[in-house]
Each structure stands twice: as structure tokens, then as C-alpha cells.
């Protein structure tokens, strides 16, 4: 449904104490200049916890703001200023802090929700990304219900910097001291780089694209991940994780219903987005805070109109590519440099398909408790960008919420796929063989 939200106050929330002199020129990483202009959003809901119990919505909103405060002078950067794409100028400009008023339910989102009108909940326009790196919006909605609408800049944040920053700054707000401070680490591990002849928006697009959040139940994903068990000797590989198992499955369903197989000219990848921290030797900490993330690249041969075999061990081999050489050749930048400016050129003359695949799975980002309770529901709008696919762990029962962009027309032949549509459901309503 069409929501609507007016907002109705506008501040600005500075660090409880000024950035010391020493760290207020913040230098982006390779990694953050080469990361997409746009904001990495999330909004979390909350409903009171006890049947009959209402928020003090003036008081949350007070303690969200001082606890944003104070959570800022360990996140020194997110209350400066970008400065180009060289670096932040953290010079205590604070954060934007807006309080809207959503007219309607909590549940009439949460039990329906449409990517596409979560943006209404966050403060910036995702793609016309500006010099703020990070905004706040303090939705109420009539039913009493709240939700905290995030935007962090993707200039110097990836997924798992966004859900350590707020999992933290909830701490603080139930008054919990920060025994271990992020890292700031980035810049020094890769440093930037002249990456001129490179465009970091290529791929940024609203035009003809659409979309939806579906939902895979747990006993649908275990068949999946029986299915493609099947091609794999289980004495010598693990069997396919949740994320493998979708992974192929909506590829081969994606490539099936739009017949990318009636264009054998056109090379096919699939890309996963994998976190480099867990890659250095010895590992960095969670903590590490930046653009720690490259993507894994699967290239799919595109000469069957068949379910897609062979995908996952495809998938797990680009995978385990990315390990400790993998990151040593990327701190020095130029063959990665010269390697994305070969792959946009190829995109650019639309000689390239790309499904690209993230995954928040795993994350903490229901455990986000400001002092009134975990959230309801956590969920992200939608994202300016083709052929994207991001999943979420449903709060409960082990499913999974995949958010999927396509074009319009694809994303029509993606909903007459029978098979695809027999093993998702939408969100609000029944599963399609109950």
C-alpha cells in the first residue's frame, strides 16, 4: 500500500564531545573510493512489547538523539563531511535527525511491505548521495508504533558497518558502556588510489525498475538445498549453504523465465558480495569499520535451456578465491583497478549480464534494542540497481526475505515462472500451495 508520511521536525545531533584534532581528517580507503555513491538504508519497527502497554514517543525520540550523541564521538566520521571522493572532514557537523509522522499502522507495513514505499522512512533519496554520511528519521505512526529509518553513506560503510553502528549505538542508548571501540583501519590497509577512468555509479538506476520482497520458508529451502545436493559428492563438500541453494535457484529461474539463453553472445556472471575481514591473517576484527567487501565472480555458461547444474560448486570456487593472496594483490589496487575498468567497458556496451547477490544473513540486525525491545521487523528499501538480489533472515523460523530488482519485464517473467512462484511467497499473503 501507498503510505503516507509528513515530516515534521528537523535537527541536527552533534557529538556529546568534539573529535580530537589528530582524527578529523578522515582518508577514504581504495575500497571506499571505488564503492557506489548511493546510502546503505535499514528500518527497524518496534511495537510495544506487552499487549495494551503504548511508547512515550516524545521520550524515545529524546533518548534516540542523546545516545546518538554519545555514540558519535566513537563514530567520528559519521558526523563530518565528504570531501570529493578523497575523504571526511570530521569537523562535528552532526547528523540530520528528522521526526515524521506515517499515516497508518505499523502492521499495515510490516504485514505488507513494498520496498519501493520503506523509502519514505529514511531521510535521503538513496541515490543522491551528498557530502552527509549519515542521516536519521524517527517515524510514529498512528497505531503508537515507531520505526528507525537509517541511512549511512556507502562511500565509507559497507552491510556490516551499518548493523555494527546501530547494534552499538542501542547499547549505548540502554546505557551499556562501549568496551570495544570500532577500528578505523580502512585507509591504512588500502590505501587510496588515483582511480580516474573509473565511474563508481556505473550500474545506480531508478528507470523501469522494480522491486519486491519474497519470502522462502525453511522447509522450501532444505528442498532446494536437497535439489542441488544431489550433484555434489556430499563425502567430499559440505552440503549447499541457504545462501547457495537460493542463489542458484533464483538465477536459473531469472535466466529461464527472461530467456537469457537466446543470447549466447552475451557473457553471464553472477557476483556475491563476500567480507574481507574474515580473509587477513589473523582475521580483523568485526569491528573494522569501512568498505571491507569485494565481490566473488561466477561465470555461467549460457548453452542450456536446463536447470542450472554445477552453479554452487561454481558459486564456492569463486568464492574460496578470495582468500589471504587474494587480499594481498588488493591492497596494492592496479590489477583490481585495471580489472573493474575492463568489466564496466564490457558492461557499458551491454555485452555483459550480471546478477548480483548480498547477503545480510547472519547479521545481528535483530538485535538492535534501544531499551523497549528487539525489533519487530527489520526490513530495507528498495535499492537503485538491476539485477540486485539481497537476503535477510526472517526474525523467526529459519526463512529467508529475498529482496529482488529487475526490470519491470522481467521481473513480470519472474512472477509467471510456476516453479519460482511455488516455492515463494509475498509478504501478507498465503503461500501459493497452501
Not at 581504495?30 to 546510502?39: N, T
Request: hydrophobic content about 40%; glycine content about 6%.
Amino acid at each position: 500500500m501507498e503510505i503516507a508520511v509528513e515530516i515534521t521536525s528537523r535537527e541536527t545531533v552533534k557529538p556529546s564531545s568534539p573529535t580530537p584534532d589528530h582524527l578529523r581528517h578522515y582518508r577514504l580507503s581504495f575500497l571506499d573510493q571505488i564503492s557506489p555513491p548511493v546510502y546503505n538504508p535499514l528500518v527497524l519497527f518496534y511495537t510495544p512489547q506487552n499487549e495494551g502497554d503504548q511508547f512515550n514517543i516524545d521520550g524515545i525520540s529524546s533518548k534516540l538523539k542523546t545516545s546518538l550523541s554519545c555514540i558519535l564521538t566513537h563514530f567520528y566520521p559519521l558526523s563530518g563531511r565528504l570531501k570529493g571522493n578523497v575523504s571526511v572532514e570530521c569537523d562535528d557537523e552532526g547528523v540530520p535527525y528528522f521526526e515524521a509522522a506515517v499515516k497508518c499502522r505499523l502492521s499495515d507495513v510490516t504485514e505488507n511491505p513494498d520496498p519501493r514505499e520503506l523509502r519514505k522512512l529514511v531521510p535521503f533519496v538513496l541515490d543522491a548521495i551528498d557530502e552527509t554520511t549519515l542521516g536519521v528519521q524517527f517515524n510514529r505512526f498512528d497505531c503508537g508504533g515507531i520505526a528507525v529509518g537509517i541511512c549511512m553513506s556507502h562511500k565509507i560503510s559497507d552491510a556490516l558497518s551499518v548493523v555494527t553502528f546501530i547494534k552499538m549505538w542501542a547499547a549505548v542508548s540502554r546505557r551499556e558502556e562501549i568496551v570495544m571501540p570500532p577500528k578505523f583501519v580502512s585507509a591504512e590497509l588500502f590505501p587510496p588510489m588515483n582511480i580516474s577512468g573509473y565511474e563508481p555509479s556505473i550500474g545506480i538506476t531508478r528507470h523501469n525498475i522494480v522491486s519486491k520482497i519474497f519470502i522462502f520458508k525453511a522447509d522450501k529451502i532444505e528442498t532446494l538445498k536437497a535439489r542441488y545436493s544431489k550433484e555434489m559428492d556430499l563425502n567430499q563438500n559440505r552440503p549447499p549453504s541457504r545462501v547457495e541453494a537460493l542463489s542458484t535457484f533464483i538465477w536459473s529461474r531469472f535466466a529461464l523465465s527472461t530467456r537469457v539463453y537466446s543470447e549466447p553472445s552475451k557473457k553471464c556472471i553472477v557476483l556475491h558480495a563476500v567480507n574481507l575481514r574474515t580473509k587477513f591473517d589473523p582475521p580483523l576484527p568485526q569491528l573494522s569499520f569501512g568498505n571491507f567487501y569485494r565481490v566473488a565472480v561466477t561465470s555461467l555458461q549460457l548453452d542450456s535451456g536446463k536447470e542450472c547444474y554445477g552453479v554452487v560448486a561454481k558459486m564456492r570456487e569463486a568464492v574460496a578465491r578470495i582468500d589471504k593472496g587474494y587480499v594481498e594483490k588488493l591492497r596494492d589496487g592496479k590489477e583490481h583497478l585495471d580489472f573493474i575498468k575492463r568489466s564496466a567497458e564490457v558492461y557499458l556496451k551491454g555485452e555483459l549480464l550480471a546478477m548480483n547477490f548480498t547477503s545480510l544473513c547472519q547479521f545481528p540486525v535483530y538485535e538492535s534494542d534501544f531499551g523497549w525491545g528487539n525489533p519487530t521487523w527489520v526490513g530495507s528499501p528498495a535499492l537503485t540497481f538491476q539485477n540486485l538480489v539481497v537476503f535477510m533472515d526472517k526474525k523467526s523460523d529459519n526463512g529467508v526475505e529475498a529482496y529482488i530488482s529487475l526490470r519491470v519485464e522481467d521481473m513480470a517473467a519472474l512472477e509467471s515462472d510456476e516453479e519460482f512462484m511455488e516455492f515463494v511467497t509475498s509478504p501478507g499473503k498465503k503461500h501459493i500451495s497452501e
